[in-house]
């Protein structure tokens, strides 16, 4: 029996204002000093850092219950009843059904293993929509179908703002179109992209939307049955958690299509797309996550919540509205840099259309000098195409270091921010 669909309005009232003390409390990585300096964070879009609890749970299950699984004693049962509870922590996270949630080592693994399953029922001349703007995990596992006679279409962006071409994308969608993959938000310049309206485009025309939720999950709550979405991925250890990736899909699709497997394993939900034995005491660390958001979500609400998936929607609001005012501020500073050229929404009137990760370039020294010299003032960026490999080669800038990228996330403070701003002064003038 499926859950009623949970709606974001249930619980709209405004957030109480997010406590960064409490947050950066919860983080002990956040105390480290570089060179004198505290350490800045401002490398999240590549994964964030972890709160006391998830250390602990992980250290717990190897402590206490580390064996595999189903077996007839007391370890393999807690074992059993943990990922249990993972699962289903994972489902209130995307407003699903436990058996509808699987977990592998990353979300790469696991999305070339799906698009495998999904290939075998691939015919010659079917089409597959991809995007300029994806990660390549969003990309290259789609790409494999044309070995079966797949036909891979790419959607062009918006160079001025870096967002998908939406006329594009309605051209490119036909009626021979099997599958549309596409990201939730850019890991490179962190542009939102209107997923609902594809995934309907998809529908409309017979295909299955796939969605690439990895940078999204940080930011935003994901309601996939308010989406209607066939397929969505994301990678705990961008939310807070280990070193883990987890698909969303629907029962059905999840059943229809078969995964390349060893014989014995279970052919039934929710063990049917899950390879191997899993990462057992990253699970226990994804529960702890997840229980992480749920209390920063209590802590954040003007009246006391019932269930966890509510908590979770609370705790999405008040992050949004701490990091979106971090963003605001930093954008506006960069722009005052000199020589300096931002990639992506930089318009407030359009915030909404962006999570606060940002790609720039400027006019002297190339990206990883620059990130080499923030990163010896304690401040942590990162420098390349981050694997958004399509966008850093339709931009131009591939041959040349790609971007400078910048990701905040809820446990940043504008001290960090006036830090990189002013450091970044002090870069542009030296070179």
Not at 140 to 166: F, H, N, S, Y
Not at 277 to 288: F, N, P, S
Not at 386 to 406: F, P, S, W
Request: aromatic share 8%; net charge neutral; glycine share 8%.
């Amino acid at each position: 029996m499926t859950t009623p669909a949970f709606r974001e309005s249930d619980t709209a009232q405004k957030p109480l204002a997010l406590d960064v003390n409490w947050v950066r409390a919860q983080f002990p990585a956040l105390k480290q000093m570089v060179n004198g300096h505290l350490a800045a964070f401002l490398d999240a879009p590549a994964g964030t850092q972890v709160p006391q609890r998830v250390i602990d749970a992980v250290r717990d299950y190897f402590e206490n219950s580390n064996a595999n699984t189903c077996g007839a004693f007391a370890t393999s049962r807690r074992t059993d009843a943990m990922i249990a509870a993972a699962r289903a922590a994972m489902a209130d996270f995307f407003n699903c059904d436990a058996d509808e949630v699987f977990f592998g080592p990353n979300m790469t693994t696991i999305t070339f293993a799906l698009a495998r399953g999904i290939g075998r029922d691939l015919r010659a001349g079917d089409e597959i929509v991809v995007t300029t703007l994806d990660h390549d995990a969003n990309v290259a596992p789609w790409g494999t179908l044309e070995e079966r006679g797949g036909v891979v279409r790419q959607i062009d962006i918006r160079k001025e703002d870096c967002t998908l071409d939406m006329d594009d994308l309605r051209r490119k969608i036909t009626s021979r179109t099997k599958l549309v993959a596409v990201g939730y938000a850019s890991n490179a310049v962190g542009t939102i992209n209107p997923v609902s309206e594809i995934v309907k485009l998809a529908h409309d025309a017979g295909a299955l939307a796939f969605i690439d939720a990895v940078h999204y999950a940080p930011h935003g709550t994901i309601d996939v049955r308010a989406l209607d979405c066939d397929f969505l991925a994301c990678s705990p250890y961008k939310f807070f958690g280990p070193h883990m990736g987890c698909i969303y899909g629907k029962r059905e699709l999840l059943l229809r299509f078969r995964p390349y497997k060893v014989r014995p394993a279970p052919e039934t939900l929710p063990d049917r797309w899950e390879t191997g034995t899993q990462l057992h005491e990253g699970l226990a660390g994804v529960a702890a996550a997840i229980e992480y958001l749920a209390e920063l979500g209590r802590r954040c609400s003007a009246t006391q919540l019932t269930t966890r998936r509510t908590a979770l929607v609370s705790a999405h609001r008040a992050m949004r509205e701490h990091e979106m005012n971090l963003a605001a501020r930093m954008i506006c500073g960069l722009l005052e840099i000199p020589g300096l050229r931002f990639y992506g929404i930089s318009d407030p009137a359009r915030f909404s259309e962006r999570v606060p990760t940002v790609g720039v370039r400027l006019a002297n020294g190339k990206p990883l000098d620059a990130a080499k010299f923030l990163g010896d003032r304690g401040i942590f960026t990162w420098d390349g195409n981050y694997y958004a490999l399509n966008l850093t080669e339709r931009l131009g800038v591939e041959k040349d270091g790609g971007l400078l990228r910048i990701g905040l996330v809820h446990y940043n403070t504008v001290d960090e921010v006036d830090r990189l701003i002013a450091a970044l002064h002090e870069f542009a003038a030296s070179h």
